[in-house]
């Protein structure tokens, strides 16, 4: 699958783009001086640019392109994965909650994969990926952690799909939304089913323990079934899950939190220098009063290599934080194409390169406008095939853009997540988060008026320790979604791992020459639990099966 770099571009400007995929992007395209001062911006999505088909595959970077064009890449072949899998549907419930759709289904998919030499058979474990916000596929080949795992276990792997994504598609009735059953509750519900149903008719697995796996938005929902439906799900591996991103909770998030985790990984802390957050913090503004004419629109458009003028400064920067986000989320100590879905490779530590260029700038405005437009290359040309020139407002393909529509609706629906810069503790500018403003964009784009505490008081937040339990929440150190996340252990069932000078949820990924100790480590201890809660697991229910 080819995903240009205007497809790219497209994903983050939609109209609503939800928090984290995980994807819609940067936020609301407003005036600009609205973006300077108001805060209805959403933040980046938990989405990635999807869905791919194709094995993420990591490599060694041979040569970095001086001028922003994509690194040279000796690939790091993985197994092809998908052979060792058979691929299944499930009938699924429409509608969990409603008369209307309780007696109406879609067809649910998932894999059911052998790993190694594993001889699975009834009573052994299950480790269970929870679909997110895009085609399964993705997690199937990109979550090493299982596959590598699951043969010192004899597990068998199983990956289930989102609805409304990929193959698990929804047909509404007539005059019915066509998103009216995409919620989080109703897919909290649909996993807890088919993991029922795992235990009954599609395995007969009642004896197995079942270890769930998530990443990003996965991973709050690995978590929130836990939470939800213990006697189902026996634990959770929730990697890079910001669960406490929310309004409501005690104590409250910081709003600003993405912000200022982006900003320090543009700093010493993330490895570059103080210089390129405090050069970017200006060239937001001056990208803002250069855009404010017709002029100042040609020369943005000549010093940053653009198809056409933006439509304001605010497009520029939108466009242009966007790629500072993802590069912050691609902190991994080797060449990835994770955050890209496989379409070309970033180099390691993406965003402490683009700061190499802006660092090095001559102390001119124009200059360091072009060195940020070198630093945005990382991730806008990373496959080469941006062409003469960057599309900022292209459409993109119908694929991303159906995705980015969905993920916004579950965004305005339940995940409502907080988001806001002051332009002092981050590179930004003044922009409070606005709940009312961004609840107002909601029923704009959706006809929904989001409840901002909803989370709070379904899942309850911190206050998951007085019941939860055997959840193993795992946060990279330059992850900007961390700050949202779970970073000291709970309770003694329920720790936490910082995984210190990496990105978003590397440690789900396969292992590689150049992980740190840290990760190794992580993986390890992440394998500790697992066995612990395998052996609790199975006592359990051999207690229950013995009553």
Not at 144 to 171: D, N, T
Not at 219 to 242: E, F, K, N, Y
Not at 295 to 310: H, I, M, N, W, Y
Request: charged content about 15%; some cysteine; glycine content about 10%.
């Amino acid at each position: 699958v080819s995903v240009s770099s205007s497809r790219r571009a497209s994903s983050r400007l939609t109209a609503m783009p939800p928090p984290l995929a995980i994807a819609p992007l940067a936020a609301v395209i407003l005036s600009t001086s609205a973006l300077l001062s108001q805060g209805a911006w959403q933040g980046p999505s938990l989405r990635h640019f999807g869905p791919f088909g194709g094995k993420p595959l990591q490599g060694v970077v041979v040569r970095t392109g001086a001028t922003g064009e994509p690194p040279t890449v000796e690939p790091l072949e993985r197994p092809a994965v998908l052979p060792n899998c058979t691929e299944r549907f499930f009938e699924q419930r429409l509608d969990h909650f409603g008369r209307a759709g309780g007696r109406r289904t879609f067809s649910q998919r998932y894999f059911v994969c052998h790993a190694g030499n594993v001889l699975w058979k009834k009573g052994d474990p299950i480790f269970f990926y929870l679909g997110n916000e895009a085609n399964v596929e993705l997690y199937v080949n990109a979550t090493g952690l299982m596959w590598e795992s699951a043969p010192q276990f004899g597990a068998l792997l199983v990956f289930a799909e989102h609805r409304y994504f990929g193959k698990s598609l929804v047909q509404t009735a007539a005059g019915e939304h066509p998103l009216a059953f995409l919620s989080t509750d109703q897919a909290i519900a649909d996993f807890t089913s088919f993991v029922a149903a795992l235990r009954g008719e599609l395995l007969g697995a009642a004896a197995s323990p079942i270890i769930g796996f998530g990443g990003s938005y996965g991973g709050m929902l690995c978590a929130w079934v836990r939470i939800t439906a213990p006697w189902q799900l026996d634990a959770c591996i929730s990697a890079s899950a910001p669960i406490l991103s929310f309004m409501g909770l005690d104590p409250p998030v910081v709003p600003n939190f993405f912000a200022k985790g982006v900003t320090s990984d543009a700093s010493v802390v993330g490895g570059a220098a103080d210089l390129c957050h405090e050069r970017l913090h200006a060239v937001w503004r001056a990208i803002d009063l250069q855009g404010a004419t017709a002029e100042g629109a040609e020369r943005l458009q000549k010093v940053f290599g653009l198809c056409s003028p933006p439509a304001g400064g605010s497009e520029l920067v939108n466009w242009l934080v966007s790629a500072f986000d993802y590069m912050a989320m691609g902190s991994y100590p080797y060449p990835s194409s994770y955050i890209l879905n496989g379409d070309g490779f970033m180099p390691p530590y993406p965003l402490r390169e683009a700061c190499g260029f802006i660092q090095a700038a001559p102390p001119d405005m124009q200059a360091i406008f072009a060195a940020v437009r070198q630093g945005a290359a990382i991730f806008y040309n990373a496959s080469g095939a941006a062409g003469a020139c960057f599309n900022t407002s292209a459409v993109g393909n119908n694929e991303t853009t159906e995705d980015s529509h969905k993920w916004g609706y579950i965004y305005c629906s339940e995940i409502f997540q907080v988001f806001g810069r002051d332009g002092v503790t981050d590179m930004y500018w003044n922009a409070p988060w606005n709940a009312t403003a961004s609840q107002e964009s909601c029923w704009q784009s959706y006809g929904i008026w989001p409840d901002p505490e909803w989370v709070a008081l379904r899942f309850g937040g911190r206050g998951i320790q007085r019941t939860a339990s055997r959840i193993l929440f795992s946060n990279g150190g330059y992850d900007p979604w961390t700050g949202g996340g779970v970073v000291e252990s709970l309770s003694p069932e329920l720790p936490a791992v910082v995984i210190p000078e990496v990105g978003h949820h590397i440690d789900l990924f396969w292992s590689h020459p150049a992980d740190t100790k840290a990760v190794r480590d992580a993986r390890e201890l992440e394998k500790a639990w697992i066995r612990k809660w395998i052996a609790a697991a199975r006592s359990e229910r051999q207690q229950i099966a013995f009553v």
